[in-house]
């Protein structure tokens, strides 16, 4: 007497992973791309445009930087013997420092992101891989708004702007034209508040609503306090 045949149980299909589709989700269909994030983790992508938007904005900035940072040295009596070589050598600093601040700092950000929302979601450690992924991906918004602004920056003539300041106010989508008097802190931790900003947050608020199951409320809070707290990091010298 022969023995039924018994099936193989299938083992599980791994949840397949979007690549660069990931980050198109992320602007036209959120929620697909939560769904993508819980179920992949996936962040490499989004580091990749993240990086590549850094790069190229901090370059296109360099003639306005130089110009400004001349203008600074020249107006510094203590200065006085500084030429265009060190003009020069001081805005290749000041680059640097936003490629370093937009492509390794923004991983910093969102280690720090993912921990909050860890806490927030009260899921544990096993879902921090997760909060990353959301923190990354949530963060192609303000990228894209970094570049915009680097584009308008570059497109004028960079003796236009006579500090940075100036350079904040160049696009006109945040709160640094309501920042009274021209100093730079206030009009830096303002100029952090704008319309691509609340966009990376709000998505980051809806995506720990719908990963985390987190009261909107509360998600609204933590995510717009994050970004708070990121606008007060930018005013910290020498980032």
Known sequence: MSLPAIDDIPEPTPPQRRGLRLILDVIVAPKQAFASIAATREWLPAFFIVSVLGFAGSLMLGPALQHVIGAE??????????????????????????????????????LWTAVILTAVSGAGPSSFRVYFSLAAN???????????LALVISLHDPS?????????RALPDNLAFFAPGESERGVSFLASFDLFGLWSSLL????????????????????F?????????QTIPGL
Not at 91 to 108: D, H, K
Not at 138 to 148: D, L, Q, Y
Not at 204 to 223: C, E, N, P, Q, Y
Not at 225 to 233: D, F, G, Q, R
């Open 73 to 110: 040295v020249a107006a510094d009596p203590s200065a006085a013997h500084a030429g265009p070589a060190d003009v020069a050598r001081l805005a290749g600093y000041e680059v640097a420092g936003q490629v370093v601040w937009q492509i390794i700092g923004s991983l910093m950000l969102w």
């Open 138 to 148: 949530t963060a192609i918004p303000a990228s894209i708004g970094f570049f915009v």
């Open 160 to 168: 236009g702007y006579a500090n940075f300041s100036a350079l904040n």
């Open 204 to 223: 980051l608020a809806f995506g720990l609503r719908a990963i985390g199951k987190v009261d909107l409320f509360w998600a609204l809070v933590t995510a």
């Open 225 to 233: 306090s994050l970004w708070l707290a990121y606008a007060v990091v």
